[in-house]
């Protein structure tokens, strides 16, 4: 107990966090733990926080944080005290945890760390149980009527999955942490599908041929009523931040603004709204059309096709946290339909990506300044460089993204584009 006699600082708490429980984000497999039962001897121990408030579930391979924003941002506007818990943070540990759009203050983190830390010391949690159990003890400690909780990785054994909600949402199915979740697309359905409870609504955004079977089979395992988004909306077009969008039951058409731009922001809006129809049917009080619309056009996502250019910048200066294949085919799909006369293309991306599939999706005629984020998973900026190459990628290697964000500024013109992207850590880095 002596060591523990002095409180910690917060900067001393998240460096704690880092080096007795590694974030998967920052160090990749071995940080991996998988199964639920760390999770639910922690939340015994707090006595099951959890159970005090109710909850929104979503899963999905893209999309998870924008739809798990645009779900807060509409039950904050229609009143509800709301809780929100993602993941990965861009810029501090406490964007994670967020109850009406305050993140949790830095001296709760604290007392909770302190609180917890003989249970941390002997249990052995992963960063992310930690943080998941903080979350619900922080949430039920806010009195929140709702939390929208995004499940960090797969579904069946993510730490989140203790959790009964009112509704679960699955976006969509892609590859992506194969070597965890399996290397078919149906094997990932069924890990996604884990989060199905009975007799809970299911939404999963895309009708795939190669996963609905598996979702629909599941969701009749456990009575669950489903509906594939798909189905129900379609964006008909969109242009910046306006969406016409079409209802597929009624053929009924009309307009929103949504927080967010990005194209493939498209896709989730419909599995937002195909999610909304849901829970309003299951919420205490129905959710009105006015404060859909106000939510949605409140609902923000940092570092998702975000424009960080100043006034001192020499051309837009765009970021994307997209980062496997599916992300990254709608960011360079947008890209192909921006006017410029220069690319500068700031590439970072960690180790475990399938750079076999995502090198070619990139633009040829780009220049790249191939770099790496300050963390241990990051890819070397040298290596990174010379498997572009050889999939006919051109460029420079620069040592740090700060460096190379400057040397795009340096090289830039006013009809020039900059992009940075790759990693969501990259995107971290610039903002």
């Known amino acids: 107990m002596e060591k523990n006699s002095i409180m910690m600082t917060y900067p001393e708490t998240i460096d704690y966090l880092y080096h007795t429980a590694p974030m998967f984000q920052q160090v990749g497999g071995s940080a991996y733990k998988e199964g639920l039962e760390t999770t639910i001897e922690l939340n015994e121990r707090l006595g099951n926080p959890y159970q005090a408030f109710q909850t929104v579930h979503v899963a999905g391979t893209n999309g998870k944080g924008s739809v798990s924003q645009m ?3 509409v039950l904050r506007e229609a009143g509800y005290r709301v809780g929100l818990y993602t993941s990965p943070h861009l810029k501090d540990f406490r964007e994670r945890i967020q109850v009406n759009g305050i993140p949790m203050p830095e001296a709760a983190v604290v007392e909770f760390v302190e609180r917890m830390r003989p249970d941390i010391e002997t249990l052995h949690p992963s960063f992310f149980e930690i943080t ?5 003890d922080w949430f039920r400690h806010e009195g929140v009527d709702i939390a929208v909780v995004e499940v960090g990785m797969g579904g069946r054994l993510d730490c989140t999955n203790v959790i ?3 509704v679960s949402v699955i976006t969509n199915i892609s590859f ?3 070597q965890f979740l399996g290397d078919t697309l149906p094997k990932i359905a069924a890990e996604k599908a884990g989060i199905i409870k009975p007799a809970v609504p299911v939404v999963v955004g895309e009708y795939q041929p190669e996963t609905a079977p598996t979702f629909i089979a599941r969701a009749h395992e456990t009575d669950s ?3 594939f988004a798909d189905q129900r909306y379609r964006c008909a077009q969109h242009e910046g931040r306006l969406y016409e969008v079409e209802n597929l039951l009624d053929g009924y058409r009309f307009t929103l603004q949504l927080g967010m731009e990005g194209d493939y922001q498209q896709r989730n809006l419909c599995t937002a709204l195909a999610a909304l129809d849901c829970l309003t049917e299951r919420l205490s009080r129905p959710l009105t059309t006015m404060e859909v619309r106000r939510g949605l056009a409140e609902a923000r996502v940092p570092g998702r096709w975000q424009n960080i250019a100043t006034a001192a910048d020499p051309c837009p200066i765009i970021c994307d946290t997209g980062h496997n294949e599916a992300g990254l085919r709608f960011v360079t ?3 192909a339909r921006q006017q410029y006369h220069t690319l500068y293309f700031i590439l970072g991306v960690v180790a475990d990506k399938d750079l076999d599939h995502i090198l070619p999706l990139l ?4 220049h790249y300044l191939f770099t790496q984020a300050q963390l241990p998973r990051a890819l070397s900026a040298e290596t990174l460089a010379g498997r572009a190459r050889a999939a006919g990628l051109r460029g420079e290697v620069v040592p740090s993204i700060p ?3 400057a040397a795009a500024r340096a090289a830039a013109n006013a009809d020039d584009l900059i992009f940075v992207g790759g990693s969501t850590f990259t995107v971290a880095e610039v903002l």
């Open 225 to 227: 009523p489903i509906f």
């Open 333 to 335: 799909a947008q890209l």
């Open 164 to 166: 009964t909600p009112l």
């Open 403 to 405: 460096a190379a964000l």
């Open 363 to 366: 633009p040829r005629e780009a």
């Open 176 to 178: 992506d942490h194969m």
């Open 132 to 136: 998941t159990v903080m979350a619900f």
């Open 71 to 73: 779900l807060y941002a």
